[in-house]
């Protein structure tokens, strides 16, 4: 299994930054996409930004040009930077990765536990 811990988030003013971390264990064969998503309760989950292993990137609209996701393949972690912040970039937001834990066995989509961003005066 592979575990996905983050940390980083908070309460932030208006036009604030923050940033996200989020640290793969466990056993792992190899990580692929890592990425960030958001969600707000009773409501789906959708992208902020994913990551390759290749470092191709690719945001979501309301991302671009505010946040920037990064990652170090040998610690296997990923970050967001977020800038400029907003009142409705208040959500939980969950780390993702897609890994393998061993040769043979297909690549699945594993979970952080989340972390509250709070976006307010």
């Known amino acids: 299994q592979v575990q996905l811990v983050e940390s980083g988030g908070g309460l932030v003013q208006p036009g604030g930054s923050l940033r996200l971390s989020c640290a793969a264990s466990?056993?792992?064969?190899?990580?692929?996409?890592m990425g960030w998503y958001r969600q707000a309760l009773g409501k789906q989950r959708e992208l902020v930004a994913t990551?390759?292993?290749?470092?191709?990137?690719n945001y979501a609209d309301s991302s671009k040009g505010r946040f920037t996701i990064s990652r170090d393949n040998a610690k296997n972690t990923v970050s967001l930077q977020m800038s400029s912040l907003k009142p409705n970039d208040t959500d939980v937001y969950y780390c993702?990765?897609?890994?393998?834990?061993?040769?043979?066995?297909?690549?699945?989509?594993?979970w952080g536990q989340g972390t509250q961003v709070t976006v307010s005066s």
């Open positions: 990551i390759t292993r290749g470092g191709n990137t």
């Open positions: 993702n990765a897609v890994a393998r834990t061993r040769v043979g066995v297909p690549a699945r989509d594993y």
């Open positions: 466990g056993t792992i064969f190899s990580i692929y996409t």
